[in-house]
């Protein structure tokens, strides 16, 4: 059973708009989410982090908001771009007592900005 | 700074042979884990090593899938004897304590198993 989901395999968004991907998680114990992402024919990379602690996390045109209650996260890009374009996965861990955890990935939502 | 280096980018074997993954960490990382990444599965961990010791490797789907980290720098993901099920992109990557939960992960090796 997946314990994180992106349940949007795409988007599709207009240059200057803005992107919202969303993940959405199972696992009550997790407590830091990240975002990567990944181009064709490259390894993903990472872009965004938060810690349950916060519920939004900044960085320029990229924010990702975290709803613990609802278990959702979301990763807004204002605005969007074509260099955007890519895949996007939501990560998620449970940092037990100073040990890293894993990282457990959704599927991957592709977006595609369109001049 | 280098990042991780994955060799060979591409593979393309046929069933039954031996097929060896490798793996450059980024320097003074001390956690190194392997991914695989298929369309059906996504990006789904398959072992990963703390300061060269194998932590966890419930992700390793048989026996037919062996991974080693004799020292700090490398590290090997070995399949033996492939089955055409295991074509995949196979990704490292690796982290330190201090980065968080960031993975910093290599370009990947693309598998075709014929």
């Known amino acids: 059973d997946q314990q994180v989901k992106q349940n949007s395999p795409s988007l599709s968004v207009q240059e200057g708009r803005i992107s919202i991907l969303n993940c959405d998680y199972t696992?009550?114990?997790?407590?830091?989410f990240l975002w990567y992402k990944k181009y064709p024919a490259e390894g993903p990379t990472f872009l965004i982090s938060?810690?349950?602690?916060?519920d939004k996390n900044e960085d320029g045109r990229f924010t990702v908001f975290l709803n613990k209650s609802a278990k959702h996260l979301s990763l807004h890009i204002v605005p969007s771009q074509p260099g955007d374009s890519a895949v996007y996965f939501c990560?998620?861990?449970?940092?037990?007592?100073?040990?890293?955890?894993?990282?457990?990935f959704g599927k991957g939502t592709k977006l595609s900005v369109k001049p | 700074d280098a990042g991780v280096i994955q060799s060979p980018r591409h593979e393309v074997t046929e069933m039954g042979q031996e097929v060896t993954l490798r793996c450059k960490p980024i320097?003074?990382?001390?956690?190194l884990f392997w991914y695989r990444q298929t369309m059906m599965r996504g990006l789904e961990l398959l072992i990963y090593?703390?300061?060269?010791?194998?932590?966890?490797d419930s992700g390793m789907p048989e026996d037919r899938f062996s991974a080693k980290m004799p020292n700090a720098s490398f590290s090997t993901l070995k399949i033996q004897p492939s089955e055409p099920r295991d074509s995949a992109v196979y990704f490292c990557?690796?982290?330190?304590?201090?980065?968080?939960?960031?993975?910093?992960f290599g370009p990947g090796t693309r598998l075709l198993v014929l």
């Open positions: 090593f703390n300061n060269n010791v194998p932590i966890d």
């Open positions: 696992n009550s114990m997790f407590d830091y």
């Open positions: 990557a690796s982290s330190f304590v201090g980065s968080g939960e960031t993975q910093y």
């Open positions: 990560a998620a861990s449970a940092y037990y007592g100073g040990s890293q955890g894993n990282l457990i």
């Open positions: 938060i810690s349950s602690i916060k």
């Open positions: 320097s003074g990382h001390d956690y």
